[in-house]
């Protein structure tokens, strides 16, 4: 069985990985479980964060290594939160004030439009010349009223018009065959099979 190293300590994106990446016969592990230490995340764009915490993940291990890098972007807020989704109110992390940020800044605007990003990359060595990059895009409108019980994050206040839900709303099924994070997953997996072989 082939081995990856996730650069993530994340208990659910592990399991996600692992489910997802099982039939191709690959093992998922969480840096920490191999003592990396995480990387920094300067950058103000998903693909520069997603490729230095891949390297980063590899150079310490010697493994292949894949990172994503994800959050909402907000037509309004110029982008924002952006990369900063998770710490968009400070630390320490909260989703609930994230949320109350985010619809305190968005009051009195008519432009609600907004769309998650994913970016995944994979890379077999530090080093890697020619890293795997896989994006998937969702697009829904922030809502002020949170609806749902199901996901994270901003999930209650991203509204799916074409589903007539929010993000929260919608089984972990439904999400994964439409969410960003799902579509990115796919692609790298078809890159995984085509370019690398696995």
Request: net charge negative.
């Amino acid at each position: 069985m082939k081995r990856l190293v996730l650069a993530s300590d994340n208990p659910g994106k592990i399991r996600e990985f692992n489910k997802l990446f099982a039939p191709l016969g690959i093992e998922v592990v969480a840096q920490g479980s191999l003592g990396v230490t995480p990387a920094e995340e300067p950058f103000e764009t998903f693909l520069e964060n997603c490729l230095a915490k891949a390297r980063n993940a590899s150079r310490q291990t010697g493994l292949p290594a894949i990172a994503d890098d994800s959050g909402i972007c907000v037509d309004a807020l110029g982008g924002a939160p952006g990369v900063h989704s998770a710490r968009f109110a400070g630390l320490p992390k909260s989703d609930a004030r994230n949320n109350e940020l985010l619809i305190s800044r968005l009051q009195g605007e008519a432009n609600r439009k907004a769309h998650y990003v994913c970016v995944l990359i994979g890379v077999k060595s530090a080093d890697d010349p020619d890293p795997l990059v896989a994006t998937g895009y969702w697009h829904g409108e922030i809502v002020d009223t949170p609806r749902g019980e199901n996901g994270f994050g901003y999930d209650p206040y991203f509204f799916l018009p074409q589903e007539g839900k929010t993000a929260a709303e919608l089984s972990e099924e439904e999400k994964n065959s439409v969410s960003h994070r799902g579509q990115a997953v796919q692609g790298l997996l078809s890159l995984l099979r085509n370019h690398w072989g696995w």
